[in-house]
DNA sequence: TTAGACAAGATAATCGATTTTTTAATCTAC
DNA sequence: GTAGATTAAAAAATCGATTATCTTGTCTAA
């Protein structure tokens, strides 16, 4: 027997160590929202939440704020990042800037794997829309889509960028409940990008990209704002 | 008496903790080229060499690969990661893009102050350079200087990009002896860059910076081959 | 020979307890 | 009353020891 099977998605391919397991649940939770900004961490309670011991999850805690999922501060601890106007837009932005480059390159480098690949996730995202997301299934399709689209842009730099700006522009986005209406418009353009990717048209590709971050960031902005 | 000190330069104005000095000891190390890349790690001899117990230095080892100055794999431990001609590549081709879009940024948006500090800066880093470098020195007042020009770009996301990148090209550029011939001609360029900055010169600054960047680009490449 | 099993040693990961520092509450002097 | 000192409780950081996993060398059976 072997272990073929990736037990975790953690920051390699690290597989079975209570640190990353710890991680990666951390990592979705803070993502999607199941913490309040500024929330000062307590660390016994997340002992338990996650059933883990206090090596590994510190370990864990440390490589989120590397990451930049928490802040560390002095010796008082690890809290949530706050959330602000000013950060949505500066991420926003950021994400105008590299998925709109590394699109281009993908378009320019993509071969006819990633075209398979590509119509794939994009077939798999809209189903699991039909079904009307359980759980956190729509979510991880949609990261899935996402990261085919850009994967061949031949930058691992890019990528990792653009990993961890979806991360935190999903801080935004996941604030409150779905907001199915807006989604179809959204997951309408899922699909136009397929189309525009596999017809290699760098330039309408990236301006409906810019259109597709634009419209996620007003649903983010909106979401952000009904919260506060 | 009051803290206002830093001690640190850790990840945020982390100061005081065991884990905080590693973590910045270790950086410098890494960055300095005092690891042998691809290397495995033996925390046991790390904990000798830093002073410092398991704990705060798997915490900072954590810490580092999730910043991407090491590579963490299942339950082997940590190692340095390996260098590419085709990672440099991709390193200079994001330093290129990114701190061309943040000094472009910086220089409309700049007040006078960061004329002030960009002075400051280029001077201290020229006067080091005529002591010839003692230690660190020349080290970090370089890094400064990169840093106060881009500072006012306004976006928090692209400094730490930026910065991210500063330490993984410095892999490369930092193999291997010093070279003062070329380091003069990059130093040249750091003055043209204040004056550019000065008079709000964008184009010609950018111009000049991604020339800079590619001259920078040749030493790292001549030391990563002369290295192999 | 050589692939696979096995055991011994080395290393990584984790635990439980201790030390250090911060936080909050109370007290005291003005 | 209020600023500052004092101290008890809470939390963070660290240590020392234990447990789990990997690595290496040796052996055995085909």
Redesign the interface.
């Known amino acids: 027997m072997n272990n073929s099977l990736p037990k975790s998605a953690g920051?390699?391919?690290?597989?079975?160590?209570a640190?990353s397991r710890v991680f990666d649940n951390l990592r979705k939770d803070l993502v999607g929202g199941r913490f309040v900004a500024g929330e000062k961490l307590a660390i016994n309670a997340l002992k338990d939440r996650y059933q883990v011991g206090l090596?590994p999850l510190?370990?864990?805690l440390?490589?989120?704020?590397?990451?930049?999922l928490l802040?560390?501060?002095?010796?008082r601890g690890f809290r949530v990042p706050k959330l602000s106007r000013d950060?949505l837009d500066?991420?926003a932005?950021?994400r105008l800037?590299m998925e709109g480059?590394a699109l281009e390159r993908a378009i320019a480098n993509g071969d006819s794997l990633w075209e398979a690949d590509l119509l794939a996730a994009a077939h798999r995202l809209k189903r699991a829309d039909i079904t009307l997301d359980k759980g956190e299934e729509w979510e991880h399709l949609h990261t899935q889509f996402h990261r085919t689209l850009v994967a061949p842009c031949?930058?691992?730099?890019?990528l990792?960028?653009i990993e961890q700006?979806h991360d935190?522009f999903d801080r935004y986005r996941r604030l409150g409940p779905k907001m199915p209406t807006i989604r179809q418009e959204l997951d309408e353009q899922h699909h136009q990008l397929v189309e525009l990717a596999l017809q290699r048209d760098a330039k309408m590709a990236r301006e409906l990209m810019d259109d597709h971050i634009h419209k996620s960031y007003e649903v983010a902005l909106k979401r952000y704002q009904e919260h506060v």
């Open positions: 920051p390699a391919g690290l597989a079975g160590t640190s090596s510190r370990e864990a440390n490589k989120l704020a590397a990451y930049g802040v560390q501060e002095n010796q950060e500066d991420i932005q950021m800037e480059m031949g930058s691992v730099w890019l990792r960028f700006l935190q």
